[in-house]
């Protein structure tokens, strides 16, 4: 199987010895703590999960500055995004040499992390609007990344981390939720080596459906897995639980026996198009996958990134010997009323648009929140039943 990235073996971050969680946990209750922001959070739940393979703990100023300009960290990692714990109060910490990490996302705010602090920097405006503008492409508040990234706060707390607990991701996807290990485990228990991941933060249509077809048996894979992001959204986005079992109905009913797995993972969606491409590779790589299916306005939003600027800056940034997971790179798939069957736009060039069942996103939303079903050749019937259900409930 595929080696994580950066290390010979996965090294999550999550402390799974019972005895050993319990003594920190113990410990945590006699440290300063602090509330952290939901992004926080979801960065330590990647970093125990073992997603975020070699890091140890969150980011310095340096280095996330570094990854703002090179893809790598200030001693050399190749990495796309910075990994932090953003703060705007450090008072209750000022001082501590290590400090208890408190989960917003869970009532009554238990501890999912101790960090040791290594430094606490500070972003000035320049650096953070630069930041922004490297990850992001702008520093306009109306992208969704860009407007929680600047509501995070300047002061950096960087050092190591030791993870207690999945925040809510267990509780609440207790079928879907897994760690990168548990995913490089049943792989091997199926016997899979040579996997395809599909990312999605939304329902899966036919055209999704037919791509890792297409994807499975252009690599020879011997098997897809979806992948679905389980963290926070911007609003209007649908939520995980829908997705979740409108993607299964799907596979149960239009895939293979035993060709997918279902699985999702913990983290808060950036937004950040191709820097977040790149890093849906690194973790797909980490979780032992070898192809990682980038599309048309992958990780994107609104206008702010080229329809495919997610698969260029693997062929302009990413240096041949940076990951090991390959890129299968997906044109805009679509219905082919010529042909009977969804192919990708670029396979047929004697096509023009009326050659193709196309729907845009408000059209759907405007179809199943009034009870319509979009054409079978666009959405299979049992999953437009879930998403119809869904639109009519709100």
Wanted: with cysteine; charged share 25%.
């Amino acid at each position: 199987m595929i080696k994580p990235h950066g290390s010979d073996t996965l090294n999550p971050l999550y402390v799974a010895d019972e005895a050993d969680r319990e003594q920190l946990m113990q410990e945590a209750r006699e440290l300063p703590a602090i509330t952290v922001s939901s992004a926080a959070a979801a960065n330590a739940v990647m970093l125990g999960a073992g997603y975020f393979n070699p890091l140890t703990g969150f980011m310095s100023k340096a280095d996330a500055l570094s990854v703002g300009e090179n893809l790598r960290t200030a001693d050399g990692l190749f990495w796309p995004v910075p990994v932090l714990n953003l703060v705007d109060d450090i008072e209750p910490i000022k001082g501590a040499a290590r400090i208890a990490l408190r989960d917003p996302n869970v009532e009554g705010n238990p501890v999912i992390a101790v960090q040791d602090i290594e430094g606490v920097d500070e972003f000035s405006d320049d650096e953070l609007n630069t930041l922004l503008e490297q990850i992001f492409t702008t520093t306009d508040d109306e992208h969704p990344g860009v407007a929680t990234f600047k509501s995070l706060g300047r002061h950096v707390i960087h050092g190591p981390i030791q993870v207690l607990n999945f925040s809510y991701f267990e509780k609440d996807f207790p079928d879907t939720f897994r760690t990168a290990q548990s995913i490089r485990d049943e792989f091997a228990e199926r016997g899979w080596e040579k996997v395809v991941a599909f990312q999605t933060r939304n329902p899966m249509h036919r055209a999704h459906e037919e791509l890792c077809k297409m994807a499975m048996e252009a690599t020879g894979a011997d098997g897809i897995l979806v992948h679905m992001l389980l963290g926070k959204l911007k609003p209007g986005d649908i939520p995980a639980n829908v997705r979740d079992a409108a993607i299964r109905t799907m596979v149960d009913h239009y895939f293979p026996k035993n060709s997918v797995m279902i699985t999702g993972y913990g983290f808060d969606m950036l937004y950040a198009g191709p820097r977040e491409a790149v890093l849906h590779a690194v973790f797909r790589q980490n979780a032992g996958c070898s192809y990682l299916i980038v599309g048309r306005d992958h990780a994107g939003v609104g206008d702010y990134f080229g329809p495919f600027d997610a698969q260029t800056i693997f062929e302009e940034r990413v240096p041949d010997d940076a990951l090991d997971i390959e890129i299968f790179a997906a044109d805009h798939t679509a219905f082919s009323k010529k042909l009977g069957k969804v192919v990708m736009m670029r396979d047929v060039p004697d096509h023009t648009k009326e050659d193709f069942v196309i729907l845009s996103g408000t059209k759907v939303r405007e179809m199943l929140g009034n009870g319509i079903a979009p054409p079978e050749e666009f959405s299979r019937p049992e999953v437009a039943e879930i998403l119809m259900q869904y639109y009519q409930s709100k």
